[in-house]
């Protein structure tokens, strides 16, 4: 689902040399080394401030970052206290070794499934396991380092032209822009709800209706960071599901987007009592020979961004969840 992201793009890592400073590379020049004593003016202070006169051009935060990883030496001994207290006379040894999220941005030879492409914009066919955009935990072996080796005009744009997400564990197809124009009509398009995104679901219980209209607002849940949840004061959203058949206690559903909150599919359904089978964060639990989260982007519709053109793409289950889905539907 569409998520709010930072729409700046990482750079590499600045190495310059300071005067008075050592500075040397390792054997593949990835790491650069800075060494100081500790003067009078340095007694005292924090580790973590006194570094930033050893290293002013990254933030402090990224510093006590480097800190905890055991980057940061005081006599030869790793310290790994950001407010460590620094003594007259000391050395302090750094090592300015890239952080992983500062080399998110890179591109990655990855296989997609490209289902179209023009010049301006392609539609994937995402598999469950990927990941989307970099994030803590996933910093590299994304859609997003994928799209940076497939096409240069991606390092170009915010988001390599991402203009909505699938959760990791959700496969299915995706839009992504490949020029800025096309990005700007895409946004908008989604924003108008004028892009078409029905997903199918396989979810615990059987519901008393064939066709609900939910709309519920949708915030960061007040018990659990990692989770939404239906909240009071949340984003509007609205998500139309149909009943397709039901077999001991599983039901299969189609979902229709019409806004597109984090996770938003997965708190609508759990908040009716249907969680997806397998989606452990809203309760739903494995079944069916599934241990992902039972949900499929399976058809994507939209008016191409330049010239108009109806474009309309179906995705076939992926094998996990066709077994699945037939252990449901057949009859």
Known sequence: MARPEDDSVATPLPQPDLPGDAAEPDEEGAVETRERMVDP?????????????????FSRSHLQGLIEAGHAQVDGSAQRVSARKLRVGQRVRLELVPTAASQAFRPEAIALAIVFEDEHLLVVDKP?????????????????NGLLAHHAQAATLPRAGIVHRLDKDTSGLMVVAKTLPAMTALVRSIAAREVRRHYLALAHGVPR????????????????????????????ARTDVEWLASHEGFSA???????GRTHQIRVHLAHEGHPLVADAVYGGKPALGLTRQALHAAELA??????????????????????????????
């Open 302 to 331: 939209f008016a191409h961004p330049i010239d108009g053109q109806a474009l309309v793409f179906e995705s076939p289950l992926p094998p996990d969840l066709a077994a699945a889905w037939q252990q449901v539907t057949a009859i």
């Open 41 to 57: 003016d340095g007694h005292g202070q924090r580790l973590d401030r006194w570094l930033v006169g050893l290293a002013p051009e």
């Open 253 to 259: 559903l189609r979902c229709k987007l019409h806004t």
């Open 128 to 144: 469950a396991g990927l990941v989307v955009h970099p994030a803590a935990g996933n910093w590299s072996g994304t859609l997003l």
């Open 209 to 236: 209706w064939r066709q609900l209209c939910i709309e519920a607002p949708i915030g960061r849940d007040p018990v659990s960071r990692i989770r939404m949840a239906v909240v009071a004061g949340g984003k509007p």
